[in-house]
Structure formats: structure tokens, C-alpha cells
């Protein structure tokens, strides 16, 4: 697909995947024909529309809980009536409006365009004409806005597109009526801190033009020099820095010390006005002797130049490898208008183009990674290897992939026979829900020819864990950890000891809600990687493994220590030698010496792994059991398995349209039946399975004989994922249909309750998540709000909002706040809330990285753990203190899993690590020759993960494969 922005007062849609349209949408909104969806934001739905003319505009439409608070529909009314006054060369146009409809919307135009954040992160800063350049423009464009009586209040690289002809801005004026969705986690202004001014730090309400020249020449600042001039490790340091310190001006050129000191000085009347900026810039500019064609190529570097005409050409979109080789960096700002926090967490890195959704309050990016330098692996629904045309048209060629997905890379011996499907794919947050009824969804096409995913008929998804791809990452990925929440100086290694936070020097900070740490990994050797599927728009994986190896070879990355790891791969195999003074096998009554060891399959593995007596059950196309003492295979089945679940010495699991069970013990069939529809989630408990089907179908089985107990349709179908799916809790079934949550007997499916947590569009597009505590309430995130519910009759206890949405379910601790108990959970920006599990109030909040990941945080021990981007981050669970920070050097996956004052976890960069919970310090490291898949498990001394090298690995929890480890 190809893709651009639409740009104009209510931000930006960057990057974006059009999706089909859906029953509930309209064919027509004003005098536009809708062509799809690109997505939903901080105010609504956001449609692709045509003009009888045939050009393309980006329609926002407004949620109907915005459009009934009349207070909003006056600001609305008044705001677009100012916007649409704006006719400034160097802005983006309303191209239409109409406030006053019963779903009030608005168009803006649409122009592919780089940001100046873009271009400075890719092709590194400008030289001093080109910012004068930049400066004359966006002051022209100031002008324009303040003399429509508006003041931009959020003016910052991502909000300055560059065309040849000049800059553009973006996302001007229309904000208040949102505005307390752009707060930063200080609750202290509206904008951005690294930008803003310090009037708007300190009342953001009462700024007037004066405000926006200061930003302007904190964006000069950082197109000049490429960091901000205010930078601290969080939204207050950096406000602390405003306030109280001067800009880092380093690197700044002194020709342009003169124009930046006049914008920027703390008394806003002693600033220059836009026309004044005008006439200081146009001698330096248009001169004697200059260029005065006022085009780009006079003032960028190549570079540049060619970045901008890519753009224009429709060339944004490249197949997925060219987009990593190149180094895609941060983009505009997804979603910048209401709802967006700024260009860091929420800003979008779409140089490659990749599949990005517009953000609002409760709206996460879609795919990519933030502004901070990271680049996005996100796929197309055409899948990885699929041709990606640029969308001149703008008309969607088949139906839209709510997750991108790849398909099998093979059954046993050689490729995946058409027709058969993949694991469930993850739906996308920037993908639009639909806002009505919930229903089945259109039937999908074939997928594009050679794109490696399988696309079932009826589905919209492809499916399947993907084809290999060549490793992308060195095997010496810089990992280190601290106190200090930055990466350590040049060859010091995670097992040295942490530095105190005090000694840590401050990292820039761009973002509204920057990361505590905005330190990089080490950049990864070019690759060409395909994007594989991710739940709602977690970023797809930036690394993978080697090329493949047959059954029984060994992996090409053999592990850093010890001995080599003992390797099966379904072939009947002599036990592992034994130690010294030990018998061969294990030994009656007696100690046993036990080796590490992996398990090669012949297909790809995906998910986590399931320890069960003595077994170690793995999904690689179909179910494996293998031996926790030897690694040797004792079972797999001969059917697919796409999901399973282990219960009551049964091994459930589904082929899809079949629901299955076996023996735990041998894999012999219990029973098995068709389940008139695809199964994507699947849980046991209490001697029920409860399945969800696509389609919006809820079913309960009683697992012991697979007698259907009870079904319902119409549930809802806009995340059919696993993470998504049913919840069974405490005897009760929990499933969201119509904008409610309903809880059902789990064995009569009797309504005992239901509640009011909005639809889709009300939540921003992400799924409910819901956990049951045993202090007898539901806690329940939906979108940017957490509900805190009676679990027996539905009464609402409490509810706290958030500035943005939360991907993961709550994780609840009992127990006073003092003690360490609460809720805690992280939003998609990566802050980290502690919520009183009595009152909802809010005990503190810490930001990290953006975070996608779609598993809740983990506490122990009075820690709270989790991963964000490519750190592991460790917090006081009482106080909020930061512990410790470990970078890995790509993006964590999974949950870790903390056993033993030990902390487990997998990362994209290939290696799976163990680190002292409590102090940070690396204990030890696998690399192994594929990423890290699902959550790692450690049971008995041991930790057990998959690897996209194909290999299950079973580890001395204590030292890796460094040495034997004695069990009785």
C-alpha cells in the first residue's frame, strides 16, 4: 500500500494503512466519497475521502461523546470557523468542515511529506542557510495563524513538514477542546516540554503568539545541532531545565546565535513578532547573488533532497527490508493534534512508511517505534515480501489487515502446504474499530502471491508465525545494567556495579512524556528483514534469526559459555553424558546430574512455553511434548495447533476451525469437534474451555468430554487475538460486546452482570483487558480509564483516567499501599501507575520507554518489573523509586519472569538474560540465533524459552549452560 500524511489543525495521520470499510461506516460524509479507514484518534474515527474533483483529504470525525457535550461543540464550532481562516502558504488547509452535524467532522488536504524531524534524524542536522529558510517559512505560517486569532501551542519538528517549495505546519490551533489528553505525565502545560515556552510551562491557557516564537527557535535549534535545547530525563527535569537553566545551545552555529537568542528571550514581549523574523531572515536569504528560487535543493543537502522527493514520488513505501537498511528514524508526530503528547512516545517513526495509526487519548501508535531514533518493523496486510505499491488513488485493493501477519515457513521437511493456516495474528490499535454493532466481518481475499502468509477464506488476517529472515543483529549486542536509567559508558557490562542515579548525565528529551532514558542500543548490521505480526501494534520485530538449519544441526549461535548445549531435534538420541562419578541416566533415590539442553524443530516456534509434570510443552505447527531432565521429544501430534492450553492433564488445543484434547501424558486423543467458526483464544479453567471464534462468537466446553455447554454470537469481533479474546475468572466469563462488559456463569452462560466501558471507538482503539482479584473485584482497563468493579454484582468501586491507553490488564498486589500492594499497570507511552486498589487514587506514576507490549507489569518482592522498548526497567513498588535500568539491544519481549531474587527475560536481539532483581547486574546471557518468542518459564532451578532459531532451550536458571547443576 502506499502511504502520506494528512495533515492539517487536527494533526497528522503518518504512515497509514487504509483498511476496508466495514457495515457501520459511511459511503459519503459532506460532499466526500469514503473510500476507508486510516484509523482512530483523540477525537474519532479518521477516514480516506475523495472530492468530486477526485482529490484525496483525511476526514476526522468526532466521538459521540464529544459531539453531545455541547460546551466542546461550541469550542469545536468556533475553533474550525478560525482554522478554516488560516490561508498561509506555509500551512495546511481545512479543506471542509461541518461542525453542526449530528457526527461533526472535518477534512484536511493530503501532501506526502517528510518531517523536519525526519530529516535531521536521517540525514543529520542542516546548515545555517537552510534554517533560515525553515525559520522564514514557519514564521510566514505563524503569521497566517495568529492573524486567525490562534496560537499553535505545540510547534516542534514533527510539526513542520518540508516540501520544495517550503515548510508546512501542522496541527495548529484546534486543541483545548481535548487538551487534557495532551497533558504530560506532570500535569504542568499542554505541548511539549522540550519545545515549549516558559510562559506555557507555567499556564498554558494564557499564552499568546509570543509563546510560539520560542518554540520556533527550539525547532531551529534542533534542526541546526539535532538535540533540543532543553533536554532533562523526564517532563520535569526538562520543565526544571526551561525554568530555572539556559538552553544547550552546543553545536550551534554562531551565525544563527543572533536569530535564536532574540526568539528566545524569557520576557515574551522582548521577542520578535513573525513579521519581524520575516524581514531580519530575507537579506540572508535573498540576497545578491543567492539562489532565489526558494526551492529545497537551494538550501538542503542531498540527502535530504532525495528524502523529500521520495515522498512526492509516492516512493515512501519500500519493501520492509529497504526501510531497516536505511535507518528509519523518527517521523511526525502520530496523531500530533488532541489527544497526542508529543513527538516522542507518541510521535511516529515512519521513514520506511510503515503501518502507523493515529493516536489520541486512548489510541496507541499502530506500529513503529517512537521518536527516539528506534526504526518500525511493521507489515503490510499484504504481508512480509509482498509488493508495496504507492496508493495513488487512495482505494483500498482488498480487505485491510487488522494485525500484520506472515505466513508458516514450513511444515515438517520443507514448506507449508497451501491452504494451511497460522497462528493468530494480533490486530492493530491504530486500526480503526468498527463504532456499531458488533459483526462478522467482510470476507478477505487471497493474500498478495509470495508474501509468505496464508489467508484463510472468510478471514481478514493472514496468518502463520512467518518465514525466517537473515540475522540482523550482531551476537555482541551492547546490554548493561544501571541505577541511573542510561546506558553505561564504553565497555562496561551489565555485571559491574551500578552507578547511583546522581551520577548519570541527563539524556536529551523531545518527547511531551519522555523516556527516562532515551539512550540507544547499539545499531544492528543492515539486514533485510521481514516484519512478522504483533498484537495491536506492538512494533514487529526488528531481528531475526539465522538461515535454516536442517533437523539435528547444530544452531550457528552456539552459546557464549560452557559446554555445548546437548541437541535434540525428534531423532531418538543418547542421553547427555554424564558428569564425572555419575551414572548415565538419572538414578532412583540418588542425586542426578542435569545438563542444559535444546530441542531443535524442524518449523518454527512461537509463544511460550508450558512446563507440566515433568513435560515441557511447546506450539511448533503442532504440539511437542518434551522431557524436562533430557530434552528427548516424547510426543507431537500429527494435527496443527495454533493455540493450547494445558489443564487437568488434558492438552487443549485448536487447529482452528477444530477444538481438540489429548492426554498430557502420551498425546493420545480424548476428543475432538468441529467448532463452526476460527478459534482465536482459547482458556481452561475449572473444568471449562472457553474459546473465542472470529466473528464475534464466545463458546464454553466442558473440557473433560468436549460437550458444548453454551455459545454466544455477536460479541465483539474488532481484536480477535488472544490477549483479546474471553477472560475466565473465578468461575465467571468475561467478554465485551456493544460498548459493554458482560460476566457470564462460566458453565450456564447466564448473565450475571454487565457494565458500560464504551466501544471501540470510545476506548481508541484498543481491546478491554481485564484481571479478577481475589479481593473480589474486576479491574478493568478500557482504553485510557481503569474501572475497579464488584466481581459479584457489577457496581462500579472507582475509576481513574489517564492521559493515554493501556495495552496491557491491570496487575493487581494485596495488600496496603504502604506494603506494596495496589494495581499496577503501564500505559503505551511506558508511564508506570500505582493505583490504590481501595480508592483508584493515583500513588505515583514513573515514565519509561513507549512500551507496546501487551503483558502486564510483574511484581515481587515489593518490585515492580517490566519491560519498555529495549530496556528492563525495576521500580519501588511502594515509593515508585527507580532501581534499575538493563538495556538490551532491541526491544524486550514478552514478560519477564522473576524466580529465586533472579529476573528472567528474551529480547528481540536474540539473547534471552538473567539479572539480580534487586540490584540490576547481569548474571548471565544466551544468545541464541533467533529472537526470543513469548514469555521465558522458570520452574525448579530451571529456565525454559523459545527462540525463533527453532530451538526450545532449557537452562541452569542460576548459570546459563555454564556448568552442571546436581538435582535429587
Known amino acids: 500500500m502506499g502511504t502520506g500524511r494528512f495533515y492539517g489543525p487536527y494533526g497528522e495521520v503518518a504512515g497509514q494503512v487504509v483498511e476496508q470499510l466495514t457495515q457501520h461506516d459511511p459511503r459519503r460524509i459532506g460532499p466526500f466519497e469514503v473510500l476507508g479507514r486510516l484509523g482512530s484518534g483523540g477525537m474519532g474515527l479518521v477516514y480516506l475521502a475523495r472530492s468530486a474533483s477526485g482529490r484525496r483529504v483525511a476526514i476526522k470525525t468526532v466521538r459521540t461523546e464529544l459531539a ?108 483545548s477542546g481535548v487538551s487534557n489528553t495532551r497533558l504530560t505525565m506532570t500535569n504542568v502545560a499542554v505541548g511539549t516540554p522540550a519545545y515549549m515556552s516558559p510562559e506555557q510551562a507555567r499556564d498554558s491557557r494564557s499564552v499568546t503568539g509570543a509563546s510560539d516564537i520560542f518554540s520556533l527557535a527550539s525547532t531551529l535549534v534542533f534542526a541546526a545541532t539535532g538535540h533540543a535545547p532543553f533536554h532533562g530525563a523526564n517532563p520535569v527535569e526538562t520543565v526544571f531545565m526551561l525554568l530555572r537553566e539556559g538552553p544547550d545551545l552546543e553545536g550551534l552555529p554562531e551565525a544563527l546565535r543572533p536569530l535564536i537568542d532574540s526568539c528566545m528571550r524569557m520576557a515574551a514581549e522582548e521577542r520578535p513578532t513573525p513579521a519581524d523574523l520575516q524581514a531580519q531572515l530575507a537579506p540572508h536569504l535573498f540576497g545578491a547573488g543567492s539562489d532565489d528560487s526558494g526551492t529545497v535543493s537551494a538550501w538542503l543537502p542531498s540527502t535530504a533532497v532525495s528524502l523529500i522527493e521520495r515522498r512526492r514520488g509516492g516512493r515512501t513505501m519500500r ?90 515457513s514450513g511444515a515438517e521437511g520443507g514448506s507449508a ?104 542500543p547499539a545499531a544492528p548490521a543492515p ?17 531475526a534469526g539465522n538461515a535454516d538449519h536442517g533437523p539435528g544441526q547444530p544452531s550457528a549461535v552456539p552459546p557464549p559459555t560452557g559446554p555445548p548445549l546437548p541437541q535434540h531435534s525428534g531423532v531418538p538420541q543418547s542421553p547427555p553424558p554424564a558428569g564425572p562419578g555419575q551414572a548415565g541416566g538419572p538414578q532412583p533415590g540418588g542425586p542426578q546430574r542435569w545438563r542444559p539442553w535444546r530441542f531443535r524443530m524442524s518449523n518454527d516456534v512461537w509463544g511460550s512455553p508450558v512446563v507440566a509434570d515433568e513435560l515441557v510443552y511447546v506450539t511448533s505447527f503442532e504440539v511437542h511434548a518434551l522431557d524436562v531432565a533430557s530434552g528427548r521429544r516424547q510426543f507431537k501430534t500429527r494435527e496443527v495447533a495454533w493455540s493450547m492450553a494445558v489443564s487437568g492433564g488434558r492438552v487443549h488445543a485448536s487447529d482452528g476451525p477444530s477444538l481438540y484434547a489429548l492426554d498430557a501424558t502420551d498425546g493420545s486423543e480424548r476428543w475432538r469437534l468441529a467448532t463452526d467458526g476460527w478459534v482465536y483464544s482459547l482458556q481452561v479453567a475449572r473444568g471449562t474451555v472457553v474459546t473465542g471464534t472470529r466473528g464475534g462468537g464466545v463458546q464454553a466446553w466442558e473440557a473433560a468430554s468436549g460437550e458444548k455447554l453454551w455459545e454466544l454470537t455477536g460479541a465483539q469481533a474488532d481484536f480477535e487475538t488472544p ?56 479491574y478493568v482497563c478500557a482504553g485510557s480509564r481503569v474501572f475497579a468493579l464488584d466481581a459479584a454484582t457489577g457496581r462500579e468501586r472507582w475509576r481513574f483516567d489517564a492521559p493515554a491507553a493501556f495495552l496491557c490488564p491491570p496487575a493487581f498486589v494485596p495488600g496496603p499501599g504502604v506494603t506494596g500492594g495496589g494495581i499496577y499497570l503501564a500505559d503505551y507511552l511506558g508511564t508506570v501507575y500505582a493505583l490504590d486498589s481501595g480508592t483508584g487514587h ?65 529480547s528481540a536481539d536474540h539473547c534471552l538474560y538473567t539479572v539480580d532483581a534487586v540490584g540490576g547486574q547481569l548474571r548471565w546471557k544466551l544468545a541464541t540465533g533467533g529472537e526470543i518468542t513469548g514469555s521465558p518459564v522458570a520452574v525448579g532451578g530451571v529456565v525454559y524459552a523459545c527462540s525463533k532459531d527453532r530451538c526450545v532451550y532449557a537452562l541452569d536458571a542460576t548459570k546459563g549452560t555454564g556448568q552442571a547443576r546436581h538435582s535429587a
Open 319 to 408: 519493501r520492509q527490508h529497504a526501510v531497516a537498511a536505511d535507518g528509519a528514524a523518527a517521523g511526525a508526530a502520530v496523531g500530533s493534534g488532541p489527544g497526542a503528547a508529543g513527538g516522542g512516545p507518541g510521535a511516529a517513526a515512519a521513514a520506511g512508511g510503515s503501518a502507523l495509526g493515529s493516536v489520541g487519548p486512548g489510541g496507541p501508535p499502530a506500529a513503529g517505534r517512537a521518536a527516539s531514533g528506534q526504526d518500525p518493523a511493521a507489515s503490510g496486510p499484504g504481508g512480509p515480501g509482498a509488493a508495496v505499491a504507492e496508493w495513488d488513488q487512495g482505494i483500498p485493493p482488498g480487505p485491510p489487515a487488522v494485525g500484520s501477519a506472515t505466513g508458516p
Open 723 to 778: 490477549e483479546a479474546g474471553p477472560v475466565i475468572a473465578d468461575g465467571a466469563v468475561c467478554t465485551w460486546a456493544d460498548g459493554r462488559l458482560y460476566v457470564l456463569e462460566a458453565r450456564t452462560g447466564a448473565e450475571r452482570w454487565s457494565y458500560p466501558v464504551g466501544d471501540a471507538s470510545a476506548t481508541g482503539g484498543v481491546p478491554v483487558r481485564v484481571t479478577s482479584a481475589p479481593d473480589g473485584t474486576l
Open 527 to 543: 539486514s533485510a528483514p521481514h516484519p512478522l505480526a504483533r498484537p495491536y501494534g506492538t512494533p514487529g520485530p526488528r531481528h
Open 417 to 520: 502446504p497451501d491452504g494451511v493456516p497460522g497462528p493468530v495474528s494480533g490486530s492493530s490499535p491504530g486500526a480503526a474499530p468498527d463504532a456499531g454493532p458488533v459483526v462478522s466481518r467482510p470476507a478477505a481475499q487471497p493474500g498478495t502471491p509470495g508474501a509468505g502468509s496464508v489467508q484463510l477464506p472468510g478471514a481478514q488476517v493472514p496468518i502463520g508465525p512467518g518465514p525466517r529472515r537473515p540475522d540482523e543483529t550482531g551476537r555482541d549486542a551492547e546490554a548493561a545494567a544501571t541505577s541511573g536509567w542510561v546506558r553505561p559508558p564504553a565497555g562496561q557490562d551489565g555485571a559491574q556495579a551500578a552507578q547511583p542515579y546522581a551520577q548519570q548525565p541527563p539524556r536529551p528529551a523531545s518527547a511531551a512524556v519522555p523516556s527516562l532514558s532515551s539512550a540507544e
Open 68 to 175: 453531545e457535550d455541547q460546551l466542546f461543540r461550541v469550542r469545536f464550532t468556533r475553533e474550525v470557523e478560525a482554522a478554516r481562516a488560516v490561508s498561509g502558504f506555509y500551512t495546511a488547509a481545512v479543506v471542509d468542515a461541518d461542525p453542526r452535524a449530528a457526527v461533526p467532522w472535518l477534512a484536511t488536504a493530503y501532501v506526502p511529506a517528510p518531517s523536519l524531524e525526519e530529516i535531521v534524524t536521517e540525514c543529520g542536522p542542516v546548515p545555517v542557510q537552510a534554517v533560515r529558510w525553515l525559520a522564514a517559512g514557519v514564521a510566514e505560517a505563524l503569521q497566517s495563524i495568529h492573524g486567525a486569532g490562534l496560537v499553535h501551542r505545540d510547534l516542534k519538528p514533527s510539526n513542520v513538514l518540508v516540501l520544495e517549495d517550503g515548510p508546512r505546519v501542522i496541527d495548529f490551533g484546534i486543541a
Open 842 to 906: 493515583d500513588r505515583w506514576r514513573i515514565a519509561t520507554e513507549p512500551r507496546h507490549s501487551t503483558e502486564p507489569v510483574v511484581t515481587a518482592d515489593g518490585l515492580v518489573h517490566l519491560g519498555s522498548g529495549s530496556a528492563l526497567y525495576t521500580l519501588d513498588a511502594v515509593s515508585g523509586t527507580p532501581r534499575w535500568r538493563f538495556a538490551t539491544g532491541a526491544d524486550v519481549v514478552g514478560a519477564p519472569v522473576v524466580a529465586d531474587g533472579r529476573v528472567h527475560f528474551g
